[in-house]
């Protein structure tokens, strides 16, 4: 009997134990509404280029004999930026204008025979249409060797010379770029379920890891109508006002404004449940309320309705947090 009831004992405190830890109030912390102003954002990654640009590639594989030393200078539109070995494409076109020549003597002496009445016309045609193909290929031959004295197509400044000579430029490769220094834009992709959001003369907000304390500024100039079905964006240009800093092919964070409200109710957004309610600290329980939020800002909430601002939300909230839960606030 006197071991039962020992071990009675044991099994109560052990029971109340487990019932007093089960029931400890759970440690939270608590945030007080405050007043302040919040935007609607629509987030983006961009980079900065020039407004007016081209990249010229090469359309022939061949290797690079020469080039100017002329990057971050100014040249016109057809000045020759950099040369292919042309020395096989040479001798073909020597070869096809050699055969020109010939046949324009052919021509020359059918015409004379013809005109004297001792040849034929039948000859004299022959001899023009032959004559009429070998032209037409050197006159192909020509336009293919043009293609191993690469130009710019504009007039500008070469803002990037990827040519190194030895090397050989395959077909597609950038071999140097040529624009304008300003003014300067950012091309940027935003997701497709933020771009009815979007509209041209927008203004953004911008931070660049050049410049970590600076926030810079564009303005929504374009939103290309088609968008890419695979990636799911639109891709939309932003004009830099001319005194901006930032260099060309700099990356930049783009936050476009789309709405900003003042003097609004905020709370954290870590306060926040997924179905739109808040849990209010009263005394040591955690009440579960329904709040009716609006702008959504990186850290905090605003809150229309349901709130008031002397209240004190659980944020952020734990897991298994349920209405009626013994809390126990750490901050206060």
């Not at 490769?173 to 624009?179: A, I, P, Q």
């Amino acid at each position: 009997m006197r071991k039962l009831i020992i071990a009675v004992v044991v099994l109560v405190a052990a029971g109340g134990g487990y019932f007093l830890f089960a029931n400890r109030p759970m440690p939270v912390s608590v945030a007080q509404p405050v007043r302040g102003d919040i935007a609607h954002i629509v987030y983006a990654s961009g980079v900065v280029e020039a407004a007016i640009s081209a990249d010229v590639t090469s359309i022939v594989a061949q290797r690079i004999v020469a080039h100017c030393t002329c990057e971050g200078e100014t040249v016109a539109a057809g000045d020759v930026i950099v040369e292919l070995d042309d020395s096989e494409t040479r001798a073909r076109l020597r070869e096809l204008e050699a055969r020109a020549g010939l046949l324009t003597q052919q021509v020359e002496r059918a015409t004379n025979l013809l005109e004297r009445g001792v040849g034929s016309r039948q000859e004299f045609d022959r001899a023009a249409s032959e004559l009429a193909g070998a032209e037409a290929a050197v006159a192909a031959q020509r336009e293919v060797l043009s293609r191993y004295r690469i130009t710019a197509p504009i007039g500008g400044q070469i803002l990037r010379l990827d040519a190194d000579v030895g090397e050989v430029a395959q077909s597609g490769d950038v071999l140097f770029t040529v624009g304008q220094p300003r003014p300067l834009e950012i091309t940027a992709e935003i997701n497709e379920e933020d771009i009815p959001l979007i509209e041209v003369g927008q203004q953004a907000l911008l931070r660049a890891d050049a410049f970590p304390d600076r926030v810079l500024d564009a303005t929504l100039s374009s939103i290309t109508p088609k968008g890419d079905s695979v990636l799911k964006t639109y891709r939309v240009r932003l004009a830099l006002p001319e005194d901006t800093p930032l260099f060309i092919g700099m990356s930049v964070d783009v936050n476009l404004v789309i709405e900003n409200r003042e003097d609004r109710l905020l709370i954290p957004s870590t306060a926040l449940t997924d179905a739109g309610t808040v849990f209010v600290l009263d005394g040591r329980e955690a009440l579960e309320t329904s709040v009716e939020p609006g702008l959504r800002g990186i850290a905090s909430v605003e809150v229309i309705s349901g709130l008031d601002d002397e209240a004190q939300v659980i944020a952020p909230i734990p897991e298994g947090m349920v209405d009626g839960a013994s809390v126990r606030a750490t901050n206060l």
